[in-house]
């Protein structure tokens, strides 16, 4: 089906028993991912979710430096989360996984561009057709998140993390940004524009992230809140 022909098959009239059986097989779908995921997820044990662009090339410098935060939270006892498809995600998979680390993948089912990476442990490797029950996943059972740079999916992650965090509807944890180069014009933006000039949050809102270079920085920013925070549930 063609993008034209799913739009207007969006805008035919239903009745309302096609509405009813579709909508009620949709629920039990949902519940599964559900289930399935809050399972295997709840014996994984702390970790660290890495997020960023699923079309970064292996000799990009931010593959490289998601590849070396996977090593170092690893070294410390931290498993690693991703998306589960390439670019960096495959990176953060690859450093967990060749240290010997917990590498977990949550694979999205896509009509293009997303399939997993080898460096998944076989048991831990999940598949979602939902995004909003895979970003509850990634929310639920991360301690934190180290953000690399990305597209929108990327952006949408961050965000939401952000929000649930302001609005005290999940428990603060570290949130990471990796590169200056890319994150800075996003910041600039952020503290001239969204908080000085047109007041849409709070200054200390601005504390909810750290804007790193390295991945030595990203990790020990993880590592620093949680010798002050007990590890546990976000929600």
Not at 70 to 88: F, S
Not at 166 to 190: C, E, N, S
Request: hydrophobic fraction near 40%; charge should be negative; aromatic fraction near 14%.
């Amino acid at each position: 089906m063609t993008s034209e022909e799913k739009i207007r098959s969006a805008f035919e009239n239903k009745d309302w028993q096609e509405i009813k059986v579709t909508d009620s097989w949709q629920i039990f779908k949902i519940m599964a991912e559900f289930v399935d995921g809050f399972e295997k997820l709840a014996k994984i044990g702390p970790c660290v979710t890495i997020y960023g662009s699923a079309r970064t090339a292996e000799s990009n410098r931010y593959y490289q430096l998601a590849e070396q935060c996977g090593k170092l939270l690893t070294d410390r006892g931290y498993g690693v989360i991703t998306g589960g498809g390439p670019g960096i995600m495959e990176a953060g998979n690859k450093g967990a996984y060749t240290n010997g680390g917990k590498s977990v993948g949550l694979n999205i089912e896509l009509p293009f561009e997303q399939f997993h990476n080898k460096y998944i442990d076989h048991n831990k490797l999940l598949q979602f057709d939902y995004f909003f029950v895979r970003k509850v996943m990634f929310m639920k059972y991360s301690q934190g998140f180290v953000v690399l740079p990305g597209g929108f999916g990327t952006m949408d992650e961050l965000f939401e993390a952000l929000t649930l965090i302001q609005t005290g509807k999940i428990a603060r944890f570290p949130i990471v940004l990796v590169g200056k180069d890319y994150w800075g014009g996003l910041i600039d933006w952020i503290k001239g524009t969204m908080l000085q000039k047109e007041h849409n949050i709070h200054e200390e809102d601005l504390n909810l992230f750290r804007l790193v270079d390295t991945a030595e920085e990203a990790a020990e920013h993880i590592f620093r809140f949680y010798d002050k925070y007990v590890l546990k549930p976000n929600f």
